[in-house]
């Protein structure tokens, strides 16, 4: 089986039930996208497909059609997504668990929302889970991530 | 560490020896290990756990302020495990001392507390102790590297010390030539570290007080960040473990369907469970999932209405555990008001599922795991291998989240069970988050019990009576401690408070062991902070008083009234609201620390909103202002999810929550908007990690009372109010 990760081809070879995260993590050593629940109740797993924000914990690696997007993907220290810079400016992350998923459901929420309003955010992220309480920074960081991609 | 040095301060009389200096040097056991500065760069020896409070910076950063390096300049380690990292805060919250009373008696128990602690050398993150037990001793160690480089400065140039300065790792020479640290290595490294007389005034500080970036935030913000789950070894091999959800023996088990599941390579027998070892995690989760068991029963009550009889018949003589505050005569009141609140068990439920990856050789054992007990590992996994402890090498990982988890070890033990079977293959084993849950070791059950009154507009009596069983027994049984005396936890943040009520009683009784319990973000005061403070709330509302100017008028310290005062203005107390809003203050001082919060709620058709939070704390002096707003805002952020929606509860001897369907706390769009401010007044320094939990749901819940006339006494809320 082929998938792409990254802009990179990879050949596996696992059973197509294996779901997508533990393809990621096991397999290719890709380990930004996190293990919290494995039934899509957290989104530590959030990766993108083709640019639509998925759980790769609850995806069929033989189910995926597309190009994957992983966190480490999104951007790098040296050349930060306008999503990391703000996550950075505001100092979101504490245990920091959670927000490579965070992260990744905030990129493709602005990929097709650029000004959005306090309840479109709790909306759209919602879902994503953070034990540590960083939601106020949270929603700081999506809307100064917002304004910059407005500006660019 | 050959061409390296190592920098430490002199500040006990028989220092433990320095676990960076190697056995040869014995002979400079005077110095604490701190800093670590070779040809390659400078290392920052981190000993306290970093599960998200940020303690890797804090720590660095009080070093740094010493040494004058920056923080973009240093690596961090945490460092083996030793006893010269032993925790000279711990102990003193250990005694049943008002953190309150600074008088020389209180601060002479507190240092032969001291004692026993430093002799086992206990090396543990928790209760809030990174900043108070480093504040001083850090800035000692970068102090004492900072001199001896100078020295190792002017030994090389000929110049004389006091013409030198240092700046951003640099000797600077009189003519601006700069030295760098790294080039005084080796130099450093062949003189007596210099003594130092005293540290810096803090009108001198570039860091603390200061907001600082934390040294992980990149790396956290870009998915670089390792943490113990994302450990990877040559040949290594996933385990998952299926573990008897009764928390007791295995009667027998049929694993014939997962010995042939793909990627299997082993199934071996744990401590009350079965582990699958597999090629993938995945797999070898599947795998235990297929395994038929036959589970022994619970060792403690099976159902949970027995939990709570049990907890109903300890307030009795014979359960009589402790009554540090007894003043007054509260049995004077004629018509008391009387009320009985109810804590559930919690789940810690970090978001990474604890894991722990043990490569057993003939000659060692290495363990990477995020922990908070690395010394207790060392010694349990030597009692279980058989491994003289010398030979146990625990290398601390990053932690995605604890609230106290990682006080605990079985996931090591479990592992190393199975990596002894495996010699020469690293295991990695991840419980999956069932098994997390289902195996987690719970915050406390508690019940209170409240007699009170009031004469002429004001609270005259309380008499609280508060029961569960000892958490500090519970946990430190699976460490092999046994405590004695009372359990000062069963009344923590309950009978310490700083109120001048007249007749004033608060009493603990000690209910027998039931579902294995240990500290949960707050530990005792986690219950009983809601206990107390909702007991005043109804006193103060019987009396007829404003809520927050009544806790002004009884409270008899200084930096307490002020965070009451304070969160007032925040949250322009007086102001009126609307029809169906409701504004309720909670206060707890917990861990030293004075933390007041205002929660504002509405009233809608659908159920309870927040609205707002706001919340003053006091730790006496404020490392890193953004990491303090951080702790304080998902502290409280914390204490209102738990308080909202979660529960563990017990039916047939199994936890009945598996995952965060059925364990949510707080999510985004239940979260209000929170204020915090930090007051700077307290006589010590203390750590903020979980002072803003135990005020959170009193003031919620005294929130909705005032929005419903509702008084909610039992947690979670959910069970007796809808929230939006």
């Known amino acids: 089986m082929k998938l792409k990760v990254n802009g990179t081809e990879h050949q596996i070879d696992v059973e197509p039930e294996m779901p997508l995260l533990w393809v990621l993590r096991d397999e290719l050593g890709i380990t930004g996208p996190k293990y919290g ?57 504490q245990c920091g668990y959670c927000q490579s998923g965070q992260i990744m459901a905030a990129a493709a929420f602005l990929d097709v929302n650029d000004a959005p309003t306090d309840a479109e955010i709790d909306r759209a992220l919602s879902a994503n889970l953070c034990r540590c309480g960083t939601y106020p920074r949270i929603r700081a960081a999506v809307k100064t991530a917002a304004a910059k991609l407005a500006e660019a | 560490m050959l061409g390296g040095v190592v920098f430490g301060a002199v500040m006990y009389k028989i220092p433990h020896r320095n676990p960076l200096q190697g056995d040869k040097q014995e002979g400079q056991a005077a110095i604490t290990p701190y800093v670590l500065i070779t040809p390659d760069g400078i290392t920052l020896i981190t000993p306290r756990a970093d599960k998200g409070q940020g303690a890797y910076s804090v720590q660095a950063a009080l070093i740094a302020e010493e040494l004058d390096v920056r923080l973009d300049q240093i690596n961090i380690d945490p460092g083996a495990p030793a006893p ?46 990174t900043v108070p037990d480093g504040y001083e001793k850090l800035r000692w160690a970068g102090a004492t590297a900072r001199e001896t480089l100078k020295a190792a400065a002017a030994q090389q140039t000929g110049l004389p010390v006091a013409q030198l300065t240092t700046r951003d790792a640099e000797v600077i020479l009189p003519d601006g030539t700069a030295v760098s640290y790294v080039s005084l290595a080796s130099r450093a490294a062949d003189i007596d570290p210099v003594k130092v007389d005293a540290l810096r005034d803090p009108s001198e500080w570039r860091l603390i007080g200061k907001p600082m970036q934390r040294i992980d935030i990149t790396a956290k913000s870009t998915g670089r960040q390792d943490y113990g789950i994302d450990v990877r070894l040559p040949g290594m091999l996933h385990a998952a473990v299926r573990l008897n959800p009764r928390r007791g023996p295995v009667n027998d088990y049929k694993a014939t369907q997962a010995e042939t599941m793909r990627g299997v390579k082993a199934i071996i027998p744990v401590t009350d469970g079965i582990s699958v070892i597999a090629d993938n995690s995945w797999r070898a989760m599947q ?49 008391p008001i009387i009320a009985e609140y109810r804590a559930p068990y919690l789940a810690h439920a970090p978001l990474e599922p604890i894991n722990a990856t043990v490569l057993v050789t003939d000659t060692r054992i290495d363990i990477w795991t995020g922990t908070q007990i690395p010394r207790f590992i060392q010694a349990n996994i030597s009692a279980l291998s058989g491994f003289d402890p010398d030979d146990i090498h625990v290398h601390g990982q990053m932690i995605g989240g604890s609230f106290g988890h990682r006080l605990e070890d079985q996931v090591v033990r479990h592992a190393t069970e199975i990596a002894m079977q495996m010699r020469g293959t690293p295991i990695k084993l991840t419980y999956s988050r069932e098994e997390d849950c289902a195996q987690d070791f719970t915050r406390q059950i ?20 508060i029961a569960m069983p000892s958490i500090i027994a519970s946990q430190m049984s699976r460490q092999g401690v046994p405590i004695a005396g009372p359990d000062a936890q069963i009344v923590a943040g309950a009978w310490d408070q700083p109120f001048d009520i007249p007749n004033y009683r608060v009493t603990g009784y000690r209910a027998p062991d039931l579902a294995p319990i240990s500290s949960w973000r707050s530990v005792g005061a986690s219950t009983n902070g809601f206990f107390h403070d909702c007991a005043l709330d109804e006193l103060i509302h019987a009396a007829g008083a404003d809520p927050l100017a009544e806790r002004i008028r009884l409270c008899n310290h200084d930096p307490s009234r002020k965070v009451l005062e304070v969160v007032g203005e925040m949250s322009d107390w007086s102001a009126a609201m609307d029809e169906g809003q409701g504004r309720g203050v909670g206060f707890c001082l917990s861990f030293g620390v004075p933390c007041a919060v205002v929660i504002e709620v509405t009233n809608t058709p659908r159920g309870i909103r927040l609205d707002k939070a706001f919340a003053a704390a006091d730790v006496g002096r404020i490392i890193d202002p953004v990491n303090f707003e951080a702790q304080v805002s998902g502290g409280v952020i914390f204490g209102l999810g738990h308080a909202i929606n979660c529960e563990i509860t017990y039916a047939d001897g199994m936890a009945e929550q598996a995952n965060y369907h059925q364990y949510e706390a707080m999510r985004l769009y239940q979260c209000p908007q929170v204020e915090i401010r930090g007051l700077e007044n307290g006589e010590r320094i203390c750590g903020v990690g979980e002072p803003g939990v135990p005020p959170a749901a009193p003031a919620l819940a005294n929130a909705i009372f005032a929005a419903t006339g509702q008084r909610i006494r039992e947690m979670p809320f959910n069970k007796h109010i809808d929230f939006v």
């Open chain 1, 37 to 93: 629940c494995g039934i899509a109740q957290c989104g530590a797993c959030t990766v993108h497909v083709d640019g639509q924000a998925v759980r790769s914990c609850q995806l069929p690696v033989g189910a995926l059609a597309g190009e994957v997007t992983t966190i480490e993907g999104l951007g790098s220290p040296e050349a930060l997504h306008a999503i990391q810079a703000a996550w950075i400016e505001h100092q979101v992350a």
């Open chain 2, 287 to 335: 795998a235990a999932q297929a395994i038929k068991a036959d589970w022994g029963p619970a060792p403690y009550p099976a159902e949970m209405v027995e939990h709570w009889q049990a907890l109903a018949d300890s307030f009795a003589e014979d359960h009589l555990d402790s009554q540090f505050l007894d003043q007054g005569d509260v049995t004077a009141t004629d018509t």
């Open chain 2, 446 to 465: 508690a019940m209170a019990r409240l007699r009170g009154g009031v004469r002429d507009g004001k609270v005259e009596t309380c008499d609280l009576g």
């Open chain 2, 84 to 129: 010269a990292y032993y925790n000279t805060a711990l102990a003193s919250d250990l005694l049943p001392f008002r953190s309150t009373n600074t008088n020389y008696l209180t601060e002479l128990a507190r240092s032969i507390a001291d004692a026993p602690v430093k002799l086992l050398g206990i090396q543990i993150t928790g209760g809030s102790t």
